[in-house]
T-cell receptor, first 110, second 116 residues
């Protein structure tokens, strides 16, 4: 049973527009959520995180929104750039365990 | 900062041999290191978690005797795939973290293991 879900395996967005990547989770005990970005043949790199006591965290072009009641979070990238094309993993932590979602492949079209 | 080096990046070997993969945190002390396996078009699957100086905690379904993990220092963890078989072919990624679980993990670039 997947505790962290990313229901869109892929997403295409025009350069300059907003990219919205979604993530749903089932475990209400998760206390931190993180987004990682992964290029082919490289390890994931940390992008942004949010505590379960907050509903928004912003870092430059990246904003993560958390809706605890809906057990849903989203990553907004605006404006999207071709270099943002990568696989994005949503992850959630509970105690010492980190659970990753299956990832969403984002393509930003010039 | 927060660089994790994983070596080798790619290895091909015959069935029955053992393969060792190293994971080093280059500029920080990693209190916890993680080993993941990734199948094509699937997410990272946690294999085990190790804290420096103690035995690794393996996830359900991961054979301890097959995947030997050593975390001898705060900057080095190794994964040894013993008597590897073709079904062990996969992409293995390590990560390291300094501090509690709300701190991000920093990942190596992974090792592509192919067993012939």
């Amino acid at each position: 049973d997947q505790q962290v879900k990313q229901n869109s395996p892929s997403l295409s967005v025009q350069e300059g527009r907003i990219s919205i990547l979604n993530c749903d989770y089932t475990n209400s005990m998760f206390d931190y959520f993180l987004w990682y970005k992964k290029y082919p043949a490289e390890g994931p790199t940390f992008l942004i995180s949010i505590s379960s006591i907050k509903d928004k965290n912003e870092d430059g072009r990246f904003t993560v929104f958390l809706n605890k009641s809906a057990k849903h979070l989203s990553l907004h990238i605006v404006p999207s750039q071709p270099g943002d094309s990568a696989v994005y993993f949503c992850a959630a932590t509970s105690y010492d365990k980190v659970i990753f979602g299956p990832g969403t492949s984002l393509s930003v079209i010039p | 900062g927060a660089v994790v080096s994983q070596h080798p990046s790619w290895v091909i070997c015959k069935s029955g041999t053992s393969v060792k993969i190293e994971c080093r945190s280059l500029d920080f002390q990693a209190t916890t290191m993680f080993w993941y396996r990734q199948f094509p078009k699937q997410s990272l699957m946690l294999m085990a978690t190790s804290n420096e100086g103690s035995k690794a905690t393996y996830e359900q379904g991961v054979e301890k005797d097959k995947f030997l993990i050593n975390h001898a220092s705060l900057t080095l963890s190794t994964l040894t795939v013993t008597s590897a078989h073709p079904e062990d072919s996969s992409f293995y990624i390590c990560s390291a973290r300094s501090g509690p679980s709300n701190q991000p993990q920093h990942f190596g670039d992974g090792t592509r293991l192919s067993i012939l």
